[in-house]
């Protein structure tokens, strides 16, 4: 399988932490540059973290400071922990792996802020 698998979503209060995780195979992982995306009701999908093979990380300014994208090379897995959440953090929120020659999406995980 080379289709990421990404978990835990939920229902979390403004300010509150969630942490999300996505399975990579490791076919790819070494190579592929991973990625969370979230998608709002009516809206584009849009990029909101990227971690390298190396680890270098990147994040939308809208998350910047409050977010952490991280890969864990052991386990196959890349992770996004989320702190202070608002209201418009509320999303499904998609693992995605990039390749020069493939992109792999995985199927999302609801993430709702309530106030």
């Known amino acids: 399988q080379v289709q990421p698998v990404e978990s835990g979503g939920g229902l979390v209060p403004a300010g509150g932490s969630l942490g999300l995780s996505c399975a990579v195979s490791?076919?790819?992982?070494?190579?592929?540059?991973l990625a969370w995306y979230r998608q709002a009701p009516g809206k584009q999908r849009e990029l909101v973290a990227t971690?390298?093979?190396?680890?270098?990380?990147d994040f939308a300014d809208s998350v910047k400071g409050r977010f952490t994208i991280y890969r864990d090379s052991a386990k196959n897995m890349m992770y996004l922990q989320m702190n202070s959440l608002k209201l418009e953090d509320t999303a499904l929120y998609y693992c995605?792996?990039?390749?020069?020659?493939?992109?792999?999406w995985g199927q999302g995980t609801q993430v709702t802020v309530s106030s």
């Open positions: 971690v390298t093979p190396s680890s270098s990380t």
């Open positions: 490791g076919s790819i992982f070494k190579s592929a540059c």
């Open positions: 995605n792996a990039k390749g020069i020659r493939f992109t792999f």
